[in-house]
Nanobody, 114 residues
Framework: VQLQASGGGLVQAGGSLRLSCKAS????????MNWYRQPPGKSREWVAGITSGGSTNYADTVKGRFTVSRDNVRRMAYLQMDRLNTEDTAVYFC?????????WGRGTLVTVSS
């Protein structure tokens, strides 16, 4: 199983970024895909998730600003991040599970400047 997140970068507060996660080695269409982040000096935290059926859930800190989506044909998951603020600065990871084992992508850095 391989997950590769991309799309991070430097953005000013109030701006937007779209992260992508490419999955391989799994039956993507049946997997729930999650996004996590790890701010500098802090623990990793769950951000958002999307089930195989397209149901979505969000952490309270990003609800209304972030949108998670997926494209099962392309085996891609996305995280659209709008109205970014400095507290969104973190390394963002995509994650999924197979047979009870967690799989993580390498992560992509998002830096929000004030």
């Amino acid at each position: 199983v391989q997950l590769q997140a991309s799309g991070g970068g430097l953005v000013q507060a109030g701006g937007s970024l779209r992260l992508s996660c490419k999955a391989s080695g799994i039956n993507f269409s049946i997997n729930t895909m999650n996004w996590y982040r790890q701010p500098p000096g802090k623990s990793r935290e769950w951000v958002a998730g999307i089930t195989s059926g397209g149901s979505t859930n969000y952490a309270d800190t990003v609800k209304g600003r972030f949108t998670v989506s997926r494209d099962n044909v392309r085996r891609m998951a996305y995280l659209q991040m709008d109205r970014l603020n400095t507290e969104d600065t973190a390394v963002y990871f995509c994650q999924t599970q197979r047979s009870g084992t967690d799989f993580w992508g390498r992560g992509t850095l998002v830096t929000v400047s004030s």
